[in-house]
């Protein structure tokens, strides 16, 4: 089975609290701080692996989990940290975020690492919060919690070169002469389900990655054939082989088709037909090929790039390889960058959030939010008052403060962090 989308909820491990405690000495009650550090929450990463071509391994899975931290403990020991865990994945895996649609992850390189969900850190022990004017804390920070994302992972196959046409025009043959790949070959429409992927040598020694893909029929833009779930690999290639069948199976125009195909890819995304393109007129030692070429050269004119052969009989497949090398080498890869929507258009650069925001309520008060004030929320103990009093001198380095004052705000006013009241003071 080829699976090359799957959803899933990655939960990193939340950190370890910090912990309280103090040195027995002999005589002293609080002989001093000694509640160590909790331990970091294990991370979720995601690993490049060359040996994977689908994503079957994570189909039936929810959720990937990774270990929280341990608490901190007394004699100001840490907390052991959640181990990572590491997830394969193959080659041309785009990582999306369900809820902002935005790519977190793209995986092009073998063994290349992206953090997809990030382990929290562990909270502070009070040893860590003593100094000249508090010598005996009586509070640490809370681990903060781990980070947890629904995801979609996209397979896009990475190749240099995609074979794009009709049902049975030869393009899996033509990969089967070319390449140690063996996919099955029949007189039949639609005997490739899957993509598969060839390795090109060719004999001055260039060699190319040369994806077969499944058959595109007419409305496959729309959903018919197999269509839409394989144009997403064409978009990744950077130059398109267009199979043609000039013998015209079952009685079908090689021009037609010719249009019809490029139609259909114009429909999925405009910008693949900005890409090299070469036509592989094929099945040319069949008896109506060579009057057919010669009336599909002159329908199409001069500016596209036509090299007949035939894949059944071998004949002439290394001049349309060095084709397609020398193409791959005048591509620039700005030109490709350019072209390639996806990776170009959502890697944009995106602003960071605001670490707070100031809403007003419906009775008129100002409430403090946003993710930065949601960490230190999270990691503070309200029952202490030392906590408390570090979290207010983080807000304060936050620009929370001068922000509210700005608005207004006075000493004893009431102001709401997330929706929680607290009297304002300096
Ligand atoms: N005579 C002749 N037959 C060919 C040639 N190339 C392919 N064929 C035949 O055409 C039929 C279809 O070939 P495939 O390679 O399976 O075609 P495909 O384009 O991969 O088809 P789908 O996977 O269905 O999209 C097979 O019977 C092949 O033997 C050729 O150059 N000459
Ligand atoms: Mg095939």
């Given at each position: 089975m080829f699976v090359d989308e799957v959803q899933l909820t990655v939960k990193a491990g939340n950190g370890g609290n910090g912990n309280v405690s103090f040195r027995h000495e002999y005589l002293v009650a609080k002989g001093g701080p000694y509640g160590g550090d909790g331990g970091r929450g294990g991370s979720i990463i995601f690993v490049g692996d060359?040996?994977?071509?689908?994503?079957l391994d994570l189909k039936y899975k929810r959720i990937v989990r990774a270990q929280n931290g341990q608490n901190g403990m007394t004699k100001n020991c840490f907390g052991k940290s959640g181990e990572d865990v590491y997830v394969k994945v193959p080659i041309g895996s785009v990582v999306y975020d369900?809820?902002?649609?935005?790519?977190?992850?793209?995986?092009?390189?073998?063994?290349q690492e992206v953090v997809i969900a990030k382990g929290g850190k562990g909270g502070r022990g009070n040893s860590s919060f003593a100094n000249a004017h508090i010598t005996a804390p009586q509070f640490a920070e809370s681990g903060e919690p781990g980070e947890e994302k629904e995801i979609k992972i996209v397979l896009k196959i990475l190749a240099d070169v995609g074979l794009v046409g009709f049902?049975?025009?030869g393009k899996s043959t033509l990969i089967s002469v070319c390449s140690a790949s063996k996919p099955k070959i029949a007189d039949?429409?639609?005997?490739?389900?899957v993509p598969n992927l060839g390795v090109v040598r060719i004999n001055d020694g260039r060699s190319f990655v040369m994806a077969d893909l499944p058959g595109l029929i007419e409305g496959a833009s729309m959903g018919?054939?197999?269509?839409?779930q394989f144009l997403k690999h064409i978009e990744?290639?950077?130059?398109i082989v267009h199979v043609i069948d000039m013998d015209s199976y079952?009685?079908?125009n090689p021009y037609d088709d010719y249009v019809k195909i490029n139609k259909e890819l114009e429909s999925y995304n405009?910008?693949?037909?900005l890409r090299p393109q070469i036509v592989a007129?094929?099945?040319?030692?069949?008896?109506?090929?060579k009057e057919n070429l010669e009336e599909f050269k002159k329908l199409v004119g001069e500016d596209v790039k036509i090299i007949p052969i035939s894949a059944y009989t071998r004949n002439n497949i290394e001049p349309l390889l060095i084709e397609v090398a020398n193409t791959l080498e005048n591509i620039k890869l700005d030109d490709f960058e350019e072209n390639d929507v996806d990776k170009v258009i959502e890697y944009r650069y995106v602003k960071p959030e605001d670490p707070f925001t100031i809403e007003v309520t419906e009775e008129g008060l100002y409430n403090v939010v946003g993710p930065e004030i949601k960490k230190l929320f999270d990691i503070?103990?309200?029952?202490?008052e030392e906590s408390v009093r570090m979290f207010a001198m983080k807000l304060r380095k936050l620009g929370v403060d001068e922000k509210l004052r700005e608005l207004g705000v006075k000493d004893d006013d009431t102001v709401l962090i997330l929706g929680y009241e607290f009297e304002f003071y300096d």
């Open positions: 060359e040996g994977l071509t689908t994503l369900l809820k902002t649609n935005a790519v977190i992850a793209d995986i092009t390189r073998n063994k049902p049975s025009v039949y429409p639609f005997t490739t389900l018919a054939g197999l269509g839409i990744r290639t950077r130059v079952e009685g079908r405009p910008k693949l037909l007129a094929n099945k040319m030692d069949l008896p109506n090929a503070t103990n309200f029952e202490k």
